[in-house]
């Protein structure tokens, strides 16, 4: 802001200066720039340019220039102009010093502003001889002819015969004007009268019309749209060489000339138009210059022929029908048929060819009318040429071969029309035209509902939709169809049919019923084991068991395992029963999976199943019934979980319960090595562009006859198409060689398939050669088998028991000693399964059978008595041990779940 408010003062100072000195005119440079109209320069844009270095060249010192423009347009004027200017020079590149009208500019230097007029002069520029699309070049429009004026151009209308040529191609002064406006014009040699058609009506030219200025936009739309009128006889105009072009009177009318016959020529003198005009036959009375009435209403024909003399013009008309005047050979009138006519005695002039019957509505031309089920019939009827119909009886017969029904057609087939129409003047006496109406089949399962709902009702289908029945189209009829996993016929029940009206399948409207029974499958183990410490009486190393306490213990025990299972059925809702060691607490849903199959889809009925109460089948067996019920009341089959109690001796029961984790552990694997394989597969599958296989379809069966039969049988229908759909074949099985190379292809990347064929033949090879090696020269084959319970056995030879002795402190002190123990029960594994941590001592008792973690020892040592070190170097192949007293003493209370 103080830099604006130091130049504006700046320019005050200098005004000031400039008042006071009194100049009121401005200094005017001695050469003046010349330039043509095209030439010139158009705007503020194009004048600073040349001002500045017009003033650069004349002046020194000079900073700034500001031209003063009003907006006028040098090129637009012929003549002298002048463009003022305000010019900063340095106060020291004057000549004379003049102190008082210097001042500092914003760059402190000492200057001074002087005005200057810098002179301009523009040439005229011919517009009528600058080439075309040169932006100056003139805008008249032919035949009007440009003329040059000083500054500007007009635009001039010919006189009759008259060309450009004959106006000066120079300069014109005012003189031509004057003459211009003397002279006696006809309407063809001024523009036109009205402004719609030119700017200046009725004028020789745009002189003193349009403004002299013609670089505006107004000047030049002004004279683009003066328009003079074309001679058109001197362009391509309709007269017939024979004929002459006469103008008319007026050119501002619709007709501008008309062409003229010479005498003793008759016609409109006009071109003839081949296929359009007669050919040109002018006739005239017996006087020989009237024409006649046939004559006059064909314009008097085209061109300009010689007239004929009609002989019959005049003569009084016959009164029979269809008589005429006919000229006989030596030019005489008199009445006869008209061409086409013959004479009858009875019946006059009649026409010698039979009536023409046309049928109405036979686009095909085969006289055939083909219609859907659902349309209605109407008669088109036919198209009658008979000359004779007015004058003589007729009788038109329409005659059907089979009654037409009141409404739309339903009926798939055809019947006949036969037209009949007398005539009794031809032999046969009557003619007759036959239409054949097809019915065609429509697809009852595609009409539009809202639409056939007015026009034909019958039609629409009357599936029972709701209960999932579909609609399946039948040559002239449909049937209903019902989903699968239901029964019946398909249609909507309360319907009534005629005999011959019922569609394909109706048996009285019975709709569609589920029919399918649900599934039950069982999930978890089935049977399902409950594994249990045997009962029994005390015994120990130097003594046996009492038997008959042994049996009442045993008797005790078993008597609660019934109310046992039916109370963990009811607490835990069966899910009890699918418990496992890798899933302890599931859902009861996780133990059964039930499900209905419907049109709809699969029913998931899992939550409905009934779980019933256990029925003991044996000592220490049970079964536990599974049952569900669907929607539609449809039960189904009962499935069976057996329940099995196992009793085993409390040292079995932890390698019994490792091997159950191990198997439930290897089954976890497996599953989930298949699960990954199959996303694999199925990944590689993707990312192969592979093309289904797939059958083609059959063509669709026409048993029509594509309507070339004469006959049309519905019934035969169903037949034939069954008959095509088992010649349509499948393609043959893919050969097992074929499928090799599919796999192969689907994956295995092909860069591969090469090296693993040549890696089999090698590995195949090898491996032959060295059984034939070793038949040759070795011993025989031994394949050690590893025995797994001969290496519990071995390791057992080297467990440390620990037999409880007497200490100090009133104590159990373990001693080692060497137990050669028996082999535990069947328990083989293979070594390279067993994976996965060792099994705690908790997780063997968590079963509703087993003895609660409260009788289990809490001390450091581990359930079998052996100290950590001692576990870890014991393998989880050794058989377990016997039962060891604890040292608490309460080995006994845990040996029996119903103890203490």
């Avoid at 005009?277 to 008097?300: A, M, S, Y």
């Amino acid at each position: 802001m103080g830099f604006i408010s130091r130049a504006f003062s700046l320019l005050a100072v200098a005004l000031v200066a400039r008042l006071a000195q009194g100049q009121t005119s401005c200094e005017r440079l001695k050469r003046s720039l010349t330039y043509t109209q095209e030439e010139a320069p158009r705007d503020l844009s194009g004048v600073l340019p040349v001002v500045v270095e017009r003033v650069n060249q004349v002046l020194e010192g000079v900073v700034n220039v500001e031209v003063g423009y009003h907006g006028e347009d040098l090129h637009g004027k012929v003549g002298e102009h002048l463009v003022k200017c305000e010019v900063t020079r340095l106060a020291s590149a004057l000549a004379d010093n003049i102190e008082d009208l210097t001042f500092v500019d914003e760059m402190g230097r000492k200057v001074i502003t002087q005005c200057f007029e810098v002179p301009f002069t523009i040439l005229d520029t011919n517009e009528c001889t600058l080439p075309l699309h040169h932006p100056m070049r003139h805008q008249c429009q032919s035949p009007a002819v440009c003329v040059n004026t000083n500054g500007s151009y007009d635009c001039v209308c010919p006189r009759m015969g008259e060309s450009g040529g004959k106006y000066p191609s120079g300069t014109v002064e005012d003189q031509f004007w004057v003459d211009l406006a003397a002279e006696d014009r006809s309407p063809w040699e001024v523009s036109f009268n009205s402004s719609s058609r030119t700017s200046c009506p009725s004028m020789a030219s745009t002189h003193g019309c349009c403004s002299a200025r013609t670089n505006t936009n107004d000047a030049k739309n002004c004279r683009a749209s003066f328009q003079c009128p074309n001679n058109p006889c001197n362009s391509a105009h309709e007269c017939a060489s024979s004929a002459s072009c006469v103008l008319e009177h007026d050119p501002n009318s619709a007709k501008t000339y008309h062409c003229q016959c010479p005498d003793g020529l008759m016609g409109n003198g006009h071109k003839c138009r081949p296929g359009v005009d007669p050919k040109p036959e002018p006739k005239v009375r017996f006087d020989g210059i009237t024409p006649t009435e046939k004559t006059v209403k064909n314009n008097f024909y085209c061109d300009c022929t010689p007239p004929v003399v009609d002989a019959c013009a005049g003569f009084p008309p016959c009164k029979g029908k269809h008589e005429v005047c006919i000229v006989t050979a030596s030019n005489v009138p008199q009445c006869g048929c008209e061409p086409g006519y013959v004479m009858h005695e009875k019946y006059g002039c009649v026409d010698e060819s039979p009536p023409v019957m046309k049928l109405r509505n036979d686009p095909h031309g085969d006289q055939t009318l083909r219609l859907k089920q659902g349309d209605v019939y109407k008669e088109y009827a036919v198209d009658i040429q008979d000359e004779n119909a007015e004058e003589y009886l007729r009788s038109l017969k329409i005659a059907y071969s089979r009654p037409l029904p009141h409404g739309c057609l339903t009926k798939v087939g055809e019947f006949h029309v036969n037209y009949t129409i007398a005539t009794p003047w031809t032999t046969p006496s009557f003619l007759r035209l036959t239409r054949r109406v097809v019915i065609e089949d429509i697809d009852e399962c595609k009409l539009d509902v809202a639409k056939f709902e007015t026009v034909c009702p019958v039609l629409i289908p009357k599936c029972d939709s709701e209960a999932g029945a579909s609609c399946l189209n039948k040559i002239g009829s449909y049937t209903c169809q019902c989903p699968k996993y239901t029964s019946g016929d398909g249609f909507q029940s309360g319907l009534s049919f005629g005999a011959n009206d019922a569609p394909v399948g109706f048996k009285g409207g019975n709709g569609c019923h589920d029919t399918s029974k649900p599934v039950i499958e069982l999930k978890g183990p089935n049977p399902k084991i409950f594994r249990i410490s045997q009962c029994g009486a005390l015994s120990g190393f130097m003594t046996s068991k009492i038997s008959e306490h042994d049996a009442d213990l045993k008797t005790s025990q078993q008597k609660h395992y019934g109310d046992d299972i039916k109370a963990m059925i009811r607490q835990t809702a069966g899910a009890e029963l699918c418990a496992t060691h890798n899933q302890t607490r599931p859902d009861a849903s996780d133990c059964v999976k039930a499900y209905d199959q419907t049109y709809k889809g699969r029913v998931d009925l899992s939550r409905e199943v009934v779980v019933g109460d256990p029925t003991q089948t044996s000592m220490l067996q049970w079964r536990v019934p599974y049952d569900v019920t669907d929607s539609a009341g449809n039960k189904a089959e009962t499935i069976w979980r057996d329940i099995v109690v196992e009793e085993v001796d409390l040292s079995d029961v932890e390698a019994k319960v490792r091997r159950e984790m191990l198997r439930e552990k290897d089954s976890e694997i497996h599953k989930a090595v298949d699960k990954a394989v199959a996303d694999e597969r199925r990944k590689g599958g993707g990312r192969r562009n592979q093309q289904k296989m797939e059958c083609p379809k059959c063509p669709a069966c026409d048993c029509s006859g594509g309507g070339t039969s004469s006959s049309f049988d519905p019934s035969m229908c169903d037949p034939i198409c069954d008959a095509r759909e088992q010649t349509c074949q499948a393609p043959s099985e893919l050969t097992l060689a074929m499928e090799l190379v599919i796999f192969l292809e689907t994956y295995v990347p092909s860069e591969l398939i090469v090296g693993i064929v040549l890696l089999c033949l090698v590995v195949s090879t090898v491996m032959g050669l060295g059984y034939l090696y070793g038949l040759q020269f070795g011993p025989s084959t031994y394949t050690p088998v590893y025995n797994v319970e001969e290496r519990e056995r071995g390791l057992e030879n080297h467990i440390r028991e620990y037999n409880p002795r007497p200490s100090q402190n009133g104590g159990l002190t373990p001693q080692p000693v060497n137990l050669q123990s028996p082999p535990p029960k069947s328990f083989s594994m293979n070594p390279s399964q067993v994976q996965g941590p060792p099994v705690s001592s908790s997780s063997l008792y968590g079963g509703p059978f087993t003895p609660s973690p409260r009788f289990q020892s809490s001390q450091p040592a581990s359930a079998n008595g052996l100290s950590q070190q001692d576990q870890q170097e014991r393998s989880i192949y050794a058989p377990s041990p016997r039962i060891t007293p604890s040292r608490r003493g309460d080995g006994v209370g845990n040996r029996s779940p119903y103890g203490r």
